[in-house]
């Protein structure tokens, strides 16, 4: 069974596993976008996050910004939208006006309006600030994104890709000056990069933040197609797209001892080296719902598998050995200027 948890310190619930669309409109097409996200929802799964700029190719923006939101909207019909939690995002530059980008209050409305019309809704659940800006004062953001939860555009507000410090400075300023506080913060988080076990999980712990990690199997690198001597299939998400974030490092060996270690477990238990990678997620203090980016509809399903995985305590033992708590086992690199990498 589906388990449902607080999203943070409000009172609505979520499921355990979050629905990510950032291949729908890109890497798949519309009508099989739309079977996995109904089957999603058969599943139990009531969590949907999306963004304004999905629907591209890997390091291709914003070509194709938009189009994740509008299968998106298009798949909730029929009366699926009032049972589903939807979050989408805004701060990456959506056309080549210099204005159509970051976190101004400009961006913040415009967007949130192009949002609701290609998610087909009258509100958005969880909007969330997609990255940050040092030279946007964030009480900008806050008073936007206040404004719009008053309007009743938008439920709650959260944050991605931003460090300790960055949500706590958030919090602050909400405080300061009576506005909405965020709820949430997104953030890499799987066996070859733990940094935010240092930081940013105590004090979401501490200030009542849901943790709502991507990337929780470092892109599907936990499967059998991944070896020491192979390079990445073409066409695979980590040959076009992590590949990029760690460096090319595909033959770094502490990246396989972490893999073959998780596999070794997986044989042991039954299941697939990525379902154990995203249990061992799910299963992490402070983690409220890790976002799930499947590509077909059996994707989807191993994903599902991951909450029937217990983990015992000579398993997580077993796993640390390899991959240190706090750690991070492949360096990131920035993406285009983003600020997700920083902790």
Known sequence: MMEYRNLGRTGIKVSQLCLGCMNFGGRQEEQESIRIIHQALDSGINFIDTANVYGHEPLDFPTGAGRSEQIV??????????????ATKVHYRMSDDLNAQNNTRRHIIEQCEASLKRLNTDWIDLYQLHGTNDDIPIDEAL???????????????GASGFAAWEVMEALWAAKEY?????????SPYNLLDRRIERELIPMAQTYGLA?????????????ERYTRDNPPPVGSRYEAFWRGFYQNDFSQSRVFDVQEAVLALAK???????AVA????????????PIIGPRTVEQLVDSVTAR????????????DAVAAPQSMTVPYIDYKGAHQFRW
Request: proline share 4%; glycine share 10%; hydrophobic share 40%.
């Open 178 to 186: 009576r506005l909405n506080r965020f709820v949430s913060e997104q």
């Open 278 to 289: 995203l249990a061992w997620c799910l299963s992490r203090p402070g983690v409220t719902s």
């Open 73 to 86: 909207g298009k798949a909730l019909g029929d009366g699926r939208r009032e049972r589903v939690i939807l």
């Open 143 to 157: 008073r936007a994104l206040d404004d719009l939860v008053r309007a009743g555009k938008i439920r709650y507000i």
């Open 308 to 319: 029937e995985i217990m983990l015992t305590e000579e398993d997580h033992a077993r796993l």
């Open 268 to 274: 042991e238990k039954g299941f697939s080296g990525y």
């Open 211 to 223: 943790i709502l990690p991507w990337a929780p199997s470092a892109g599907g690198f936990f499967s």
